[in-house]
């Protein structure tokens, strides 16, 4: 659990940090697929004032997957303390 711990205030500090330099109020307005191949207008998902991680990934990008298994490890916790919603968006096309 101190491993859990450590990682979670880790991470969530970078997130802060960084949400401080990179968030947006707004999402541009692009359309992407969902996994069952139905189309999503990237805006529409935080409507609502909903806190939205949006995370750009590829398969052959090591710090995304580092990055996207960092997050798996607290993303339980995130959902229980803030409702906040994770897009993983690969960006080639595997």
């Given at each position: ?30 359309q ?14 935080s ?48």
């Open positions: 659990k101190t491993k859990i711990m450590k990682t979670l205030i880790t991470l969530l500090f970078t997130l802060f940090i960084t949400s401080l330099s990179f968030s947006q109020d707004v999402l541009p307005s692009m992407i697929k969902s996994l069952d191949g139905q189309s999503i207008q990237l805006e529409d998902i409507k609502n004032d909903q806190l939205v991680v949006v995370s750009l990934w590829a398969t052959w990008c090591v710090p995304c997957k580092n990055e996207l298994d960092a997050i798996s490890e607290v993303y339980d916790y995130w959902i229980d303390e803030t409702n906040v919603k994770l897009y993983a968006i690969s960006v080639d096309d595997s």
